[in-house]
């Protein structure tokens, strides 16, 4: 194999070829939104690295800043990653792997930003201005049914933070505590990022809500010690519910403190 990483495919060998064939389809099959963008020289490196059953973790890492360089979001490029090893039977990329994939993404200088500014790049949650944007929806719907934010939504806080200078136990902490957001909240309810290490729900006060909390907070645990991460993450993590003010305004001092 080349050296060089910068020209078109080199000719794969027909195994290598075939994992990167499948590899292709899968990524499509789950909604890649860059098919014009999808092949780059680090994509053959890598399949034929996982193919041959050699270490992956140079192609893999050299994948990441074109991913970035290509402004994929790291969900949707950690994605993509995950169907490579999928496609060859493994349930999920090796910790090696995945490490330097995300710090080729984090170190390329070019994290996405999204034209909208409403998408964190690194975890796929809503930005706090987002947030801002979906609060003032909820208090003028309040206002036209006549009834009090405090008493019918509240923002939950899940907070994991600790100080780390490690940028991937960073990106790999953000990236559990938001998959576990989705998970235990899949009903619509707006998810956000609020910092380093901490993510928000705009939830509703239901009899719901206590349980949520609960399985919440096992499943993070849960996560970051499978991950390797008990000295990179608040253990257990805190969850807790911030009542929202009456008052729209208070609100959003509420949330940028919470930011803080």
């Keep these: 194999m080349s050296d060089d990483l910068t020209t078109a495919p080199y000719a794969l060998g027909e195994v290598a070829a075939a994992v990167r064939e499948r590899w292709h389809r899968k990524s499509e099959e789950a909604a890649w939104a860059h098919p014009t963008d999808w092949w780059h020289p680090a994509v053959d490196a890598l399949?034929?690295?996982?193919?041959?059953?050699?270490?992956?973790?140079?192609?893999?890492e050299l994948l990441g800043s074109a991913r970035a360089e290509a402004g994929v979001g790291l969900p949707e490029a950690m994605d993509d990653l995950a169907a490579l090893f999928r496609v060859v039977g493994v349930l999920a990329p090796p910790f090696p792997v995945l490490r330097a994939f995300t710090s080729g993404w984090a170190d390329s200088?070019?994290?996405?930003?999204?034209?909208?500014?409403?998408e964190d790049a690194m975890t796929g949650l809503a930005t706090p201005s987002y947030l801002r944007t979906r609060l003032g929806e909820v208090y003028r719907a309040a206002d036209v049914r006549h009834v009090s934010v405090a008493d019918t939504n509240g923002l939950l806080v899940l907070d994991a933070s600790v100080v780390t200078s490690d940028p991937w136990q960073r990106i790999a902490r953000a990236c559990i505590l938001a998959d576990c957001l989705r998970e235990v909240f899949v009903a619509g309810q707006p998810?956000?990022?609020?910092?380093?290490?901490r993510v928000t729900a705009l939830v509703t006060r239901d009899s719901e809500l206590g349980p949520q909390l609960s399985r919440l907070r096992d499943l993070v645990d849960v996560r970051l010690v499978r991950a390797g991460l008990s000295r990179a993450a608040r253990r257990p993590p805190r969850?807790?519910?911030?009542?929202?003010p009456a008052d729209h305004e208070q609100a959003l001092t509420l949330l940028a403190e919470l930011e803080r």
């Excluded at 200088?109 to 409403?118: D, E, I, Y």
């Excluded at 998810?191 to 290490?197: E, F, H, M, S, T």
């Design 239 to 244: 969850v807790w519910v911030e009542p929202l």
């Design 191 to 197: 998810l956000a990022v609020l910092g380093v290490g």
């Design 47 to 60: 399949a034929e690295a996982v193919a041959d059953g050699r270490d992956a973790t140079v192609p893999a």
């Design 109 to 118: 200088g070019v994290a996405p930003v999204r034209t909208a500014a409403c």
